[in-house]
């Protein structure tokens, strides 16, 4: 019904920058809430960021001040601008919503995309 394709992931130095993009399509009616969740090796998945339709952002302590996530409703889109990398944000980072759609709705992922940081 929703799927999300994320891009942006990559290989970068410690103190260096990245986007994340996420796009969501399929039979949608309404997106809620946005956000971006990551899984370090060896960890659980744990929430880095989150926006709502109105714009009402929430972020993990350990990435403020250094993410920002964003969202173009038009689009369907959620961004994640990474500066100040650091090499403990290696991780698989993976896309997620709640949206609405024709035949039902609910929670939504993306396939993830791997972003590595280099010391």
């Known amino acids: 019904q929703v799927q999300l394709v994320e891009s942006g992931g990559g290989l970068v130095q410690a103190g260096g920058s990245l986007r994340l993009s996420c796009a969501a399509s399929?039979?949608?009616?309404?997106?809620?809430?946005m956000g971006w969740y990551r899984r370090a090796p060896g960890k659980q998945r744990e929430l880095v960021a989150t926006i709502t339709s109105g714009g009402t952002t929430h972020y993990a302590d350990s990435v403020k001040g250094r993410f920002t996530i964003s969202r173009d409703n038009a689009k369907n889109t959620v961004y994640l601008q990474m500066n100040s990398l650091k090499p403990e944000d290696t991780a698989v980072y993976y896309c997620?919503?709640?949206?609405?759609?024709w035949g039902g709705g609910g929670y939504y992922w993306g396939q993830g995309t791997q972003v590595t940081v280099s010391s």
């Open positions: 399929g039979s949608i009616v309404k997106i809620n809430a």
């Open positions: 997620n919503c709640n949206a609405e759609a």
